[in-house]
Structure formats: structure tokens, C-alpha cells
């Protein structure tokens, strides 16, 4: 009781750890290629990644990367019809951000055109990767973290999966003959925009087993003569695959709530110029779920055929990041 009575109404500088700064790597678990970070910009940004395979928390073999359409709505005024929207099509289901953009790049209306510039697309990839080398963020070296890529980055494990660049089919995931990933990012300009560049990124030429991480050292685990891992390592690479702090799962594309359905009408209202509360009414007629059959553009606009401007591959259509 002396001990605490003294630290009461003594010292209570022992109390005070709010003060300080937790050093997090990327909290929410995701491995971002941070260009602010570069210590060398025009040499570019180096780092080394090892994909991993989905061990989900029950040892069951999930999906090897987990694909998410998302669209960014980018209103300037009023800022808060801005934000991140999970898109119906992650379900099969009708987008109405998707079908608006298309309607209002498609017409002849040179400012609904330009009004479609607000409405952004990016189908996005995510994927475990243990971090192997990294010196502009020494911290994340050793963990297991989700990665998020794009096209460039998927279209690169394709071709080794069919063996399009080293005329041997390699499954980069495999945890005895996989290949570690050398991601080379620079910045490029277009439009007067500055973009990470990944194109130069590249799987190594060998296979090789998967490293397990411990007590700040790299060790690979053996395999037979067949190439394949020994059972007695099983369950230490399970454990290491599931020594980690965020799941996939977490990065999952989720239904749109009614909240959200009711701002995405209040977006396509801004957008047309047609009034919240004609959208209201018409979105109650459909359980709150918004669309754009319940409007028609102006006179000038035309169908998607008649339009030099017609978007058709979704992929090109916006991309955030490779």
C-alpha cells in the first residue's frame, strides 16, 4: 500500500505512456509501397516480398488473393458526398456508380463528360507477402502483411504461372518452389500526375522454399530430393503463416448499407442535376437501393453506341495504384 500511496502522490511519471508515440507499421496491415519514404527517388524504390498462400485462422486453404471492385467518388463541393464504395459488382449485382459513369462518359454532353471525371474504378487484388527486404521501412522486414495490387503486379504472377517468361510454369505462391518478388517502383508523370510505376518489378529467375522468420534472422526450410517440404516442418510453417496481425477476410468486399445506398442517390442526383428528393421517392420504391434506371439525361444525350468516348475495359477504366 506505501508503494502505491508514493506513486499517487508522488511520481506519476510511470503513468504517463499515452504520451507516447506508437511506432505502427501500416496499422491496418496492408504492406504500401510509401514513395515518401525513398531515400533515393531517382534509383526508385526497392523491396523484396515473398507471396504466401491463404492459411485461414481454422488451417483451411482459403483463396490465394481476394479481388475487390471499388469505386472513389471525388466531389470537390459538397465534400461530403466524397468517398470509398464497395461496388454491387463484387456480387454479381447491378453497380449504379458503374452504370452512371459509363451514361455520362457515353453522352454528348461535354460537361456530364466532364462531371464523370468524379466517378473512379479500381479493381484491386490482396494477397499475404512476407516482407523480406525493405530498407525504407526496416519495421515491416519479417512480418506477414496483406498486399494490395493491380493489374500490372497480377498480370506478372499470370505469366509465371503459365511460364510465359522463363518457359516453366511456377505457381509463386508454392511454399517449396516458389519465387521471392522484387518490387521496383519509380514515379512516373502523366497528365501532370505523379504515379508510382511498377513495371519493373519482377520475380526471380529461381525457385526456392519459403523462409521462416525468427529472432530478426531469415531461415529457409528444407525440402527432399522430390522438391517437396518434409511433414516434420508442417506445422512450423503453419504457425509462421498464422503469425500475423490482420487477416484477409478483414479486406473482403462488403454489401452497401442503406446509409450508403442513400448517399450514392444523392451523388447521382448532384451529378445530373436532378433534385435528392425525386431520388428519394424513386428509391423507395426499390427498397432504398439506388440506380440509374430511375433517370434519363437530358435530350443531348446520346446512347453508348453513338459516343466517341465509350469506355469498355474496366481495368483501364481507373486504376489508383499497380
Not at 55 to 80: F, M, S
Not at 168 to 187: A, H, R, T, W, Y
Request: contains cysteine; hydrophobic residues 30%; aromatic residues 10%.
Amino acid at each position: 500500500m506505501a508503494e502505491m500511496n508514493d506513486d499517487l502522490f508522488g511520481n506519476l511519471d510511470s503513468k504517463m505512456n499515452f504520451l507516447e508515440e506508437k511506432k505502427q507499421v501500416n496499422a491496418d496491415g496492408i504492406y504500401r509501397i510509401d514513395m515518401s519514404k525513398c531515400k533515393d527517388k531517382k534509383k526508385g524504390y526497392r523491396a523484396k516480398v515473398r507471396f504466401l498462400p491463404n492459411l485461414t485462422k481454422d488451417g483451411k486453404l482459403g483463396q490465394l488473393a481476394l479481388e475487390k471492385i471499388t469505386h472513389y467518388v471525388n466531389i470537390k463541393n459538397p465534400k461530403e458526398l466524397s468517398g470509398w464504395f464497395d461496388s454491387p459488382k463484387n456480387f454479381g449485382e447491378k453497380c449504379p456508380l458503374t452504370d452512371l459513369y459509363y451514361q455520362m462518359q457515353n453522352s454528348k454532353n461535354a460537361m456530364l463528360q466532364e462531371k464523370s471525371k468524379c466517378l473512379n474504378y479500381s479493381k484491386k487484388y490482396y494477397s499475404y507477402v512476407l516482407v523480406l527486404e525493405d530498407e525504407n521501412q526496416p519495421d515491416a522486414v519479417g512480418k506477414i502483411m496483406i498486399y494490395q495490387y493491380g493489374k500490372t503486379i497480377k498480370d506478372k504472377i499470370a505469366a509465371e504461372k503459365s511460364g510465359e517468361i522463363t518457359g516453366k510454369p511456377c505457381n509463386v505462391f508454392d511454399l517449396s518452389q516458389g519465387k521471392d518478388f522484387i518490387l521496383f517502383v519509380k514515379e512516373i508523370e502523366t497528365g501532370g500526375e505523379t504515379y508510382p510505376d511498377y513495371k519493373m518489378s519482377q520475380f526471380g529467375s529461381e525457385t526456392s522454399p519459403v523462409q521462416v522468420y525468427k529472432d530478426g534472422v531469415f531461415k529457409a526450410i528444407p525440402v527432399g530430393a522430390d522438391n517437396k517440404i518434409e511433414g516434420k516442418y508442417h506445422e512450423v510453417i503453419k504457425k509462421a503463416l498464422l503469425d500475423r496481425e490482420h487477416d484477409l477476410e478483414e479486406f473482403a468486399a462488403r454489401k452497401l448499407n442503406d446509409e450508403e445506398h442513400g448517399k450514392i442517390s444523392d451523388i447521382i442526383a448532384f451529378l445530373t442535376g436532378k433534385s435528392s428528393s425525386s431520388f428519394a421517392s424513386a428509391n423507395t420504391k426499390s427498397e432504398n437501393v439506388a440506380s440509374t434506371d430511375d433517370f434519363n439525361f437530358d435530350e443531348n444525350a446520346s446512347s453508348k453506341k453513338a459516343s466517341t468516348t465509350t469506355v469498355t475495359d474496366e481495368d483501364d477504366f481507373f486504376d489508383l495504384d499497380s
